[in-house]
């Protein structure tokens, strides 16, 4: 029974993130709001098993937006794919030891507080490896607040003063999938639940770090690569996302929330991280590859994929470039982050 309350409490809460146009909403407010739940009742519950669901889900989710335009597209960003993936998954590492040495959260949550990659999916992921989930989620959550916030600003200031800005009519791609007349909606959710399920669980079997998440999302970007058929429906996103935020509320503590003001000095290390890191690896990218310096800014900003989109879309830069290098960077911390995380574990240990 408390189950059942446990997530209605989530879903009404994320609901009402979602209204009030708040960031990341369905995740974050599902998991406040089921948080204090669990605080002040002490009666929030949530088993393991619905953790393994909301993984397959966000994977299939993440999968079913990636298109055979966007692998036709990538062969001409391959050099500036390459240096976002790979540095931001160094600098990741590195801001995940400065955290750890400089504060008192343990080695594995600084380092998958500081991956960039979405606040749901990482979150998610860092359960498995016994992170302290409040912790992820709320630094995540202050580096998409920071991202969106800060640096369009920043953006539009500098591009103003260097007199580099790229006037561009490209729209944000179209994030959802065409319908066709042949197949309903209905059978093409179906065939894609039924991808992401079967090889989600596979790699939940598999043993391998995040591999429930990574199987699901690779088995439904195969099949809409292969077939272009994939669909989720956006509330069966939102309810995915609502389940995450529902069981890592459920684990939340008074004692975490009282330590939460410890994290401020963290905080502002991330945010300053992320800002210096964006301008230096689009200045890199101008260097190595044709992108003009307003889509290289949007594109190595670690911000949420739809947003950052909307955002380049209306500064000038070419959104169908942002959006495609912001899917590899998320596609490839999904997969890699997780698998660098345990090898570095092990050679510490």
Known sequence: ?????????????????????????????????????????????????????????????????IYKKDIMELKTMIRPAVIITVSMSLFSILMGILINANSDIDLITSLFASAPAGIT???????????????????HFARLISIITIMPGFIKYFVSKTGKALKNDNLCKDLSVTVDTD????????????????????????????????????????????????YVPVNMRKFIQFLGGTFIGAKVTMEQVTGMKELLPVIL????GNILLTFVLAFIMTKYSNLDITTALYSSSPGGLTDMCIIASEMGADA?????????RIFSIIVLYPLVIKLLLNFIH
Do not use: W
């Open 121 to 139: 999916d990482i979150t998610l992921i860092s359960l498995d490896f016994g992170a302290d989930t409040s912790i992820v989620a709320v630094l």
């Open 183 to 230: 197949d309903s909606l209905f059978n093409r959710t179906v065939y894609t639940l039924i991808a992401g399920t079967i090889f989600g669980y596979i790699g939940y079997l598999s043993g391998i770090p995040a591999g429930t998440l990574s199987f699901s999302m690779i088995a439904c970007a195969m099949y809409n690569i292969i077939t272009s058929k994939a």
């Open 1 to 65: 029974m408390f189950i059942f309350i446990t997530l209605l409490i989530g879903i009404i809460g994320g609901t009402a993130a979602l209204k009030l146009k708040i960031p990341a909403g369905a995740i974050l407010g599902s998991t406040i709001s089921v948080a204090l739940f669990g605080i002040f009742s002490g009666k929030s519950v949530f088993p393991q098993e619905f953790n393994i669901i909301a993984q397959i889900g966000a994977g299939i989710f993440i999968g079913a937006r």
């Open 269 to 272: 290390i991330i945010i300053i």
């Open 320 to 328: 169908s470039k942002v959006a495609t290098l912001h899917l590899v």
